[in-house]
């Protein structure tokens, strides 16, 4: 059967058999999900809110704008606000965050120049505690602006909530924009079980809200959306102030390169040339202006490297570096003044703008790094582990695949675009094969894992070297056999994950299993290993309880039961004798996961699902029976009037001989079930199931 919440209508409707329906449900199978029917006629959907009136027995519900946010309230230890943005990385650049400052005024910061600290799937930034956060999305505005005609409709909306002074830590969800799916959806009213039923024919799947009796949220209301004048126009105003000078001369263009290391990018007999390659960068880098909360100066462009323009002054040095004084030069200098790369260059040529991008020529850097250190089978082993975090450092645009002497003929095209305004012929060609990359990667962890206390610099590295963002990936675009080291490596990871002390460190989960099963396939590592560490990876909170039971499904089935055996005392012994207190203290040292609800949810679809295969197919095993009644009562108390959960109980009770509270249990499965049912086949069939235990309960 599936399951789905109406979060998607823009309208919906409800039929009523009475008009006492005020309060707050619940969606009871995934305890996700609220309805809030207010006595004033507005109401709050998750994600929605609007207007709902009352005629007969029908409610209707007429939606305000939708936002883009959803607030919720963390346990945090700053004396400021912490904000943790769950959005891709790149979605940055178009979320603004403002508060008042002293003056009352509301300060907007792109949420990019608050120099937010990264993690696979959220941004976090610290800013003042505020009463009321100011959150607007400019995506969609700034798309319109760009790609159509139709300017005047660029128009973005601020969002206000109203969190309080002392809130000092946020969740905050980025929401995408649904479209109508339907214009209406009907809803029974049930009023002995004070539930909204899902009863519409055009909709093949059901939802279920209960009413909750003492209903409390973290979820922060939206006190508005309204329009926000003349952004663009503010936008527009800070770009046009924005200034790119070139450096006074050679010397200083030298000596701000190599303090700030960055590369220098100088252009010779440039008379004229300055106006059109400033509008160029203002373009492409304007984004990365940051603005002071008090600041009146002009903003400044973060330009990726130094420019400067030659003049006559500096034909010695041109000369000196054989370049011409007459012919037009793009010259990009690097660290101790070695020339990156160079080119005689027209102004007016087509793609001359392509040539000023920053990314080819820290490619080019890179590449001549990783080849020094790399290929020399002696290297310092620091410089080794500096060189391949420097690898996963740069920003995703520096492509060192696209700089190899030859790529698959799939990326040719790729590689034509990625040099656009330069010459191919000129750019450095990196030099490392995929052996030698293996050749340091196993000299790095031998050496490594011996040492203590941990090192912050080499788990990092361990934490991002995995599946599709692995070395050999990034580098050669192709990945890297797995063999004994690798598994070394995830042993080192998983042993000293609570030793980590850098929150920025973050470990891709996803990876990290796949990685584990990859092993598991390909027989690198016996499964007992595999088993031993991916239990510990579980208790370290890196994997998930699914995880597990996924990899014991997939590699040894007959062994699922006696690990969850196994896996359900040693919750037990934790919470000394409590499996619940054993949960909550799991859940609190979690580093990413503060959804307890969720969290208590998974568990108890695991231990269902294992008391049920039980059932299913080792009932004549005494203890291995009464062990599953243990499992699947948990399940029931934490996840309480779920028909399935509640089905499965039953079933086990009555193989244990307790006819008696077996058919209680399932009477009330039997009812649950008939509230949730309608005409999809797979409901209908599970609800007749239902019924044929009861009629064997109830049989004498």
Known sequence: MKYILPLLFCSLSVLAQNKDIQGVYKFSLQNAGELHLNSDNTYNLTLFSGNYSIEGDKITFTSAPNPSFALHKEEGKSSQLELTFYIANELGNYIYVGYENAKGEVTYTALTALHPVKYSEALRVTIPRTKYLYLVDTQMAEYIQQFTEHQSNAKVKVEKFAIGKQTNALKINYLSHPHNMLEEVNFVYDAPTQSLIVADEHIDSIAL????????????????????????????????????????????????????????????????????????????????????????????????????????????????????????QLIVVGENETIVYSQPIDPEAEYFNNAMDAEVYQAIVLARKVDKTLTNPQAPITEVLQVMNDVFQVNYKVNLYYLLPKVAETDEEDQTDYFLGLQPERIYRLQLTPAQLTTQWERLVAHYNEKKPLNQSYYSLLARNFGAASLSHKIFNTPNPLSLTDYKAICYLVENYSAVKDEKIDVYSTSLYRTIKELATNKVVPFKELQHTLLEAEKQQLLSLNNLVDFYEKYTPNELTSFFVTYFNTLKAEGGGSVLAALDKRFEQQKENNDWKRYKYQFALVANNIAWKVFEEENTDVSKVNQAVEWAKIAADLVPENPFMLDTLACLLYTQGDKATASSIQQKAVKLMKILVETEEESVSDLKEMEKHLSIFNAK
Not at 309 to 328: E, M, N
């Open 209 to 328: 809200f209960k009413k909750k009796d003492n209903p409390l949220s973290s979820q922060f209301p939206l006190v508005s959306i309204n329009p926000l004048p003349n952004w663009q126009q503010q936008l527009h105003k800070a770009s046009a102030e924005l200034a790119i000078t070139p450096e006074k001369t050679l010397k200083e263009a030298l000596q701000k390169a190599k303090k700030e290391q960055q590369l220098l990018v100088i252009l010779t007999a440039t008379e004229g040339w300055n106006e059109k390659l400033v509008n160029y960068l203002t373009d492409k880098y304007s984004k990365d202006w940051e603005e002071g909360d008090d600041s009146e100066e002009t903003p400044q462009i973060t330009l990726p490297y130094v420019y400067y323009v030659a003049s006559r002054k500096d034909h010695k040095w041109l000369k000196k570096h054989g370049f011409s004084t007459t012919i037009p």
